[in-house]
């Protein structure tokens, strides 16, 4: 078994737990609210996984150096079955973080090496594209799990133990990969998270915007959406708008990675978030600016991590891409842990008003750091 054989194997079982979490999510946030939550504490539990990995993902590269990636990658898939178990068996707030506490630790896991092998394994002069067809799987996971209460005309309860197969079946794929299947890198090649980080900045914190906008604002929108009036269903389509853009925009960002100046693609990438920040102000009357808004916010979100990922890939090349790959992914995951809570804040505050004004001032951030970013360096 190639190495790139065993990539695209976890890759798939990684899209089958992505489509887990893109099913599940929405509808414990809209349980939450119809149990009385505010959009706060929606977003304080969506904020739980992400801010897990946040936590750990400094750690993985060293914990992949000395389990080797299948192994670490197991775990995680256990850790994420237990997740999804409890929310299915579960009920209530408390017992669902602490699903949410395990789902996040797995997640760090099987995230950093799924990425970092990768990285590792892509050709050069098509890395922009591999990772654009990997994160197109993963766009095209989050696109669909959030319509799947609204197409299948399931309850909560039977949507969550379809999650539990789901991440089963991942499971099942992650056994049979041979734990040495992948050769891994001499222990004096692997750039640490926080190395990375230092050298390349301004990558990471891109990645940071980019989780937010794509991972960190499904919940409060589905939330929000609920609030207006509208059923489960969709109020949940307003995430899975998100997912939809995610899935269009990966493989044409990572084409436009493997032929233009990064910091112009960058650029472009920004001023449209900012356009749609700025739109999604008007949803008070035009309600519909939210479901356009969130295949913007998951489309060029999401391609600012393709992109960020891609450079480091660059900047690391030659080297173990563990270290690099979890520094993008800690700006990310940061993203994804800050989004829920300040937009909850923002919507409770002042409206969508709050929210377009705080997403805005996040895209002219991007556009700053964009403007700043060269040729990538080799670390």
Known sequence: MTALSVVWRLAFATGLIVLA???????????????????????AFAMIPFLMVAL?????????????????????????????????????????SAAAVSGGIGAAA??????????REAPPDRRGRVMGLYQTGL???????????????????????????????????AVAVPRHATTEPPPHLTAGTWHALRAAPLLAAIALIGGVFEAGLASVSAAHASTT?????????????????????????????????????????????????????????????????????????GALYTLAMVQVAHQFAG????GGAAAMITGYTAGGTLGPLASGMALDVAGVTGLAATLG??????LWAARRIGPPARA
């Open 319 to 322: 080297r173990a891409t563990a």
């Open 21 to 43: 979490f893109a099913m599940a999510a929405p509808v414990l946030a809209v349980l939450l609210q119809q149990a009385g939550h505010g959009t706060v504490t929606v977003g």
């Open 56 to 96: 750990l993902i400094p750690v993985v590269p060293r914990v992949l150096a000395r389990w080797g990636i299948v192994r670490a990658y197991r775990v995680g898939c256990v850790l994420q079955l237990a997740a999804i178990a409890g929310y299915a068996i579960g009920d209530g707030l408390l017992v669902w």
């Open 229 to 301: 009036g509208l059923g489960l269903g969709a109020a949940a389509s307003v995430a899975g708008a998100i997912g939809a853009g995610s899935f269009a925009c990966q493989y044409p960002a990572g084409y436009a990675a493997d032929h233009f100046r990064p910091v112009s693609v960058f650029s472009a990438a920004a001023l449209l978030l900012f356009a749609a920040s700025v739109a999604v102000a008007f949803a008070g009357v035009a309600p519909w600016l939210l479901w356009v808004a969130g295949v913007v916010w998951g489309g060029v979100g």
């Open 139 to 173: 766009g095209a996971a989050l696109a669909l799990g959030p319509f799947v209460p609204a197409l299948l005309g399931w309850g909560a309860r039977p949507v969550l133990w379809a999650g539990v197969v789901l991440v089963a079946l991942c499971c099942a794929i």
């Open 361 to 366: 001032l996040l895209a002219l951030g991007a």
């Open 110 to 119: 099987l995230w950093n090496a799924t990425e970092a092998l990768l990285a």
